[in-house]
């Protein structure tokens, strides 16, 4: 060990880390001793207000050497002086050991709750202390790092407090806390039965039970007792003791654990042997954790029950003996729990008749066989599913309506809670997409699902996370016999190996649903994990897959953290999918928000022609998910507090990743569901009662305080369908600290369009016609030249402008205009296809050959008679930075708009409203069907359409979708009511009884 100024004995990571940030130069650096390796140091460098840290790892022939990118050690020294001498050059590190950082007398510690003394001991034996940090307060006001960040001020009404290190400083707290006489006599109680028990000659060593009796007589009793009384759930001083013991435990775990590894690698025959196999997977540097040992002694006769079934195979197969018996049993294990699975439902509702009197009836949905009956006093109606032409939803009002329209008349159901309401939807929705006669679907369901699993083992049963059940808004159970069309599941800190947990997410699907999947893509990244599994009969629409992974671990050369994402083709359409686990700590949020726009810059995905747009705008769907470990910027007491009154909207105000959100620092653009479920992470495991705020380690005591860790977000194109169905966590997985995450999404997708008319030719071919195009930029650059640059999947090739015809500079601002762009012209000249793409324009500047600024423009709203205004912002690197303007059409002489299936339940307005005067739209091809069979056609009228969703709808203040398809409302013109060519069948009973020709 060295004396010298640089070495700290007793300094935790978090506070070299704050020595460093208070001392503010680059070459700073703090050595101390490793919590987890004997022999091994941390060595803390900051250089441009970023810490790094190095591992100074004993070598074979017992010299020191720096572990550096990809673990490759350099350059060997004697001791730890020597290692330091060395380096006073940059040599493999960030820069240069130039600036040593002494002890110096840290400002007190803040505890987890605001009555308990501003110190707790961690080890009875040491007189260096160490705090509890308690998240949401800086360590030192007057850090460097604390005055050169700050956070921009919103408009409106009065946001949330702003991050932790600018909340105010908390009551000075007494060093004396005065026991009351019930902890007096409990106190008492333990030691004369802690004298009876040496009494009477328990195998323990006596230096164990000095510390015992030192902790009962100390502040380290006072403090686990205050913890506890304020409404903690943890003994963490209690836990202290056990620390010291538990790492001799933790090195023999692993070696039983390697053993147990070989052997299951030696039996797992169908998998080739390779060198990076997980006996290498040991303790990463971090700090010595007591419930990651005490969780991995519970896998441990997990770990051998799989090593036994690995066997069993193994020698059934080598010996070819029949396995019929044991896998028909493994079959039949969950089957009980399916009974609950349904195909029809009945839903109580008042039907408006004649005269608008209401009649109770009710109404039946079989999804099997896609009817909808009325069953009414008198007698039943029966629709099937191709007599049901529109659903619109009425929002306004206090009543909860929906019209239905079928080919015969309109009817009113009103329901007496809207969750009805929205599983009548979603099952007429299912209905009509399980029977739709198109071969080519063109929306699919999407379940996208994360969980930090805690470096344990899962659960048998993970069927509530598949099925979105728990907390939160879940499916209707009346919905989980339907599987999904697609499932994307992103694990972090994975207790199983990358092939146990394939085969077991697919045994799991396949045992819950009875039906075939397919494993689309699986990748991993050290502990995380991505899969992708569709449908069996989408297998052939999958395409153009890929994988890449980015670490932003220590150094941005550790895996432990970063992300591992997934891009394919749907049909036509473009996904992509990422699994990340951000930096933790509540005070790393800006190093949170870098490890985001790390990850995003360099992922490798997607289709190489759109490569000079931001990476989150080369794909129609994408989804931003994982472990994004942002925390709440309270204390605890508040957070437990708000969580026993259910004051979940007042917590979400200190979220810090709808605060950095909010202010365009991450995620810009992407949007999230709601959230009506408790956080998801710190719990006990093996429960859901209470939360484990409280990390006991062997250098500190840290606190984690509840927070919304594990999220979903999404971002779609404009006008592209994106509804999200469910969004929550499951109650009854508790293997790790973290719950798992679930979402569902009905997603529109486009095929592989196949021209009807063969190849077109020049009299035929479509043009995208552009004029008058106007571009507002919100800082000015000295630049003068600028051109378009139009890409899309309906291009050939990129398509350029000539340079702009007029430009205005206006303070810090310029507005650039071009009066004609040259037509463009797609490879197919059809209308139908045409009006699912959309140009990805970019603003080019020819002075440096930089684009300055990029976006969107959907062909779906464009007219084909007239030029058409739209309006679309401009972002660069997801910052708004101004907006295009421009008139718009397509010259297309052939096809037609085709109606979306996603396009059958609109949003209407209130009931006896002018809106709800008109009558409604039927799309052309279902017009015509409906004309062909002799059906009625309802009067025309034009509906408010905005995608609404077939599920429960959006609170409009609580709600945090930015750029959703929901904003985009459709701009259509007046069509005149049209006379039917045949009358409506006769309205009476027997009329409304006449079902027999669509009985099955």
């Keep these: 060990m060295s004396d010298k100024k640089w070495f700290h004995r007793q300094t935790s990571r978090s506070e070299a880390e704050e020595l460093l940030y208070k001392a503010g130069l680059d070459g700073s650096f703090i050595v101390r001793p490793s919590g987890s390796i004997q022999g091994a140091y941390a060595l803390s460098l900051l250089y441009k207000n970023n810490v790094h840290t190095y591992r100074a790892l004993p070598t074979e022939d017992g010299m020191l050497s720096i572990q550096t990118f990809k673990g490759v050690q350099q350059r060997k020294f004697m001791t730890i002086d020597e290692l330091v001498d060395n380096n006073k050059e940059a040599h493999g590190l960030v820069c240069g050991l130039t600036n040593p950082v002494g002890a110096t007398d840290l400002p007190p510690p803040v505890p987890p709750f605001p009555v308990l003394g501003n110190r707790i001991s961690n080890n009875v034996n040491d007189n260096n202390q160490h705090r509890v940090s308690s998240p949401g307060f800086p360590l030192s006001n007057s850090s460097p790092r604390n005055a050169s960040i700050t956070f921009p001020i919103g408009t409106g009404r009065p946001g949330p407090p702003l991050p932790a290190r600018d909340m105010p400083e908390l009551p000075k707290i007494p060093d004396q806390i005065v026991p009351t006489n019930q902890e007096l006599r409990l106190q008492q109680a333990l030691l004369c039965r802690f004298e009876n028990m040496q009494m009477m000659g328990l195998p323990v060593s006596s230096n164990f039970q000095e510390e015992i009796r030192t902790y009962l007589n100390g502040k380290n009793w006072k403090s686990d007792v205050t913890t506890i009384t304020v409404g903690g759930s943890q003994c963490a001083q209690l836990q202290s003791l056990l620390v010291n013991e538990a790492v001799t435990l933790q090195s023999e775990l692993d070696v039983f654990m390697e053993k147990v590894e070989f052997l299951r690698v030696l039996f797992d025959v169908s998998t080739p042997l390779c060198t990076n196999s997980s006996f290498n997977r040991k303790a990463n540097g971090s700090d010595f954790d007591l419930e990651q040992v005490l969780g991995r002694l519970t896998d441990c006769s997990q770990v051998v029950q799989i090593l036994n079934k690995t066997a069993h195979t193994t020698i059934e197969k080598g010996l070819n003996l029949s396995t019929s018996n044991s896998r028909e049993k493994a079959s039949k294990r969950k089957n009980y729990q399916r009974t609950a699975l349904m195909l029809k439902k009945r839903f109580e509702v008042k039907m408006e008749g004649a005269l608008k009197k209401t009649t109770q009836v009710k109404v039946e949905l079989d999804v099997a066989r896609g009817t909808l009956s009325i069953h009414k006093p008198e007698g039943e109606i029966l629709y099937n599913n191709n007599r049901i032409l529109q659903i619109i939803k009425h929002n306004k009002g206090k009543s909860i309506k929906l019209e239905v329209v079928f080919d015969d008349k309109k009817r009113e159901f009103c329901f007496e809670e809207n969750q009805q309401r929205e599983v009548f939807c979603q099952l007429i929705q299912q209905i009509r997409n399980s029977h739709s006669k198109t071969s080519e679907p063109d929306q699919i369901s999407i379940f996208c699902g994360t969980w930090n699993m805690g470096n344990a083992l899962p659960p048998d049963d993970l069927s509530s996370w598949l099925l979105c059940s728990g907390s939160g808004r879940v499916l209707d159970p009346s919905l989980h016999s339907i599987p999904h069309d697609m499932y994307v599941f992103g694990t972090q800190e994975s207790g199983m190996t990358e092939k146990d947990w394939n085969r077991k997410i697919m045994e799991e699907i396949g045992q819950i649903f009875n039906d075939n999947f397919h494993l689309v893509v699986h990748a991993s990244l050290w502990q995380m994990r991505i899969v992708v599994i569709v449908k069996e009969e989408h297998k052939h629409r999958i395409s153009h897959i890929k994988t890449s992974d980015v670490k932003t671990g220590i150094a941005n050369t550790l895996g432990n953290k970063g992300a591992v994402g997934v891009s394919f083709f749907f049909g036509g359409t473009p996904f992509c999918f990422i699994n990340s686990h951000l930096t933790s700590g509540a005070e790393k949020c800006t190093r949170r928000n870098n490890n985001y726009h790390d990850i995003i810059s360099q992922l490798a995905l997607g289709n190489d022609r759109f490569k000079q747009f931001y990476f989150t705008n080369r794909f129609e769907h994408i989804f931003f998910f994982g472990d994004l470990n942002y925390r709440l910027n309270l204390g605890v007491e508040d957070i437990l507090r708000s969580l026993k009154d259910n004051e979940l909207r007042h917590l979400q105000e200190y979220d810090q990743l709808r605060i950095e959100k909010n202010a365009a620092k991450v995620l810009s653009g992407f949007n999230e569901d709601e959230i009506n479920f408790a956080p998801t992470y710190r719990y006990e495991r093996g429960t859901r009662e209470h939360y484990a705020h409280l990390k006991v380690k062997t250098t500190c005591v840290k606190t984690n305080v509840p927070s919304w860790c594990d999220r979903v977000m999404w971002k779609s194109y404009p006008e592209v369908y994106n509804i999200s169905r469910s969004y929550g966590c499951t109650d009854d997985i508790m293997s790790s600290d973290h719950s798992p995450v679930f979402s569902s999404f009905y997603v529109g997708v486009r095929t592989q369009y196949v021209p009807k008319q063969g190849v077109k030719n020049d009299a035929s071919a479509a043009q995208i016609l552009l004029s008058s195009i106007e571009v507002?930029?919100?800082?000015?650059?000295?630049?003068?030249?600028?051109?378009?640059?139009?890409?899309?999947?309906?291009?050939?090739?990129?398509?350029?402008?000539?340079?702009?015809?007029?430009?205005?500079?206006?303070?810090?601002?310029?507005?650039?205009?071009?009066?004609?762009?040259?037509?463009?012209?797609?490879?197919?000249?059809?209308?139908?296809?045409?009006?699912?793409?959309?140009?990805?324009?970019?603003?080019?500047?020819?002075?440096?050959?930089?684009?300055?600024?990029?976006?969107?423009?959907?062909?779906?709203?464009?007219?084909?008679?007239?030029?058409?205004?739209?309006?679309?912002?401009?972002?660069?690197?997801?910052?708004?930075?101004?907006?295009?303007?421009?008139?718009?059409?397509?010259s297309c002489p052939r096809g037609g708009i085709k109606e979306k299936?996603?396009?059958?339940?609109?949003?209407?307005?209130?009931?006896?409203?002018?809106?709800?005067?008109?009558?409604?739209?039927?799309?052309?091809d279902r017009k015509k069907e409906m004309r062909n069979l002799g059906k009625f056609i309802p009067p025309m009228q034009v509906v408010r359409s905005s995608y609404p969703s077939p599920t429960f709808p959006r609170n409009a203040e609580s709600s945090n979708h930015e750029n959703s398809p929901s904003d985009h409302s459709y701009e259509t013109v007046e069509i005149a009511p049209r006379k039917p060519e045949i009358s409506p069948r006769p309205r009476n009973n027997a009329g409304r009884n006449r079902h027999d020709e669509t009985r099955h």
């Design 776 to 890: 507002k930029l919100k800082r000015g650059s000295g630049r003068k030249s600028f051109s378009l640059a139009f890409h899309s999947d309906c291009l050939p090739h990129c398509e350029k402008s000539e340079l702009n015809t007029a430009m205005e500079e206006k303070d810090s601002s310029i507005e650039l205009k071009w009066a004609k762009i040259p037509a463009l012209k797609p490879i197919i000249s059809d209308l139908e296809y045409l009006v699912d793409q959309h140009l990805l324009i970019g603003i080019r500047c020819e002075d440096d050959g930089d684009y300055i600024g990029e976006c969107m423009v959907p062909l779906r709203k464009i007219s084909t008679d007239h030029p058409k205004r739209f309006s679309q912002p401009i972002t660069h690197k997801e910052e708004h930075v101004g907006d295009i303007t421009g008139l718009l059409n397509i």
């Design 901 to 924: 299936t996603y396009e059958f339940i609109q949003i209407g307005g209130s009931p006896g409203s002018k809106e709800d005067d008109h009558p409604i739209i039927v799309g052309g």
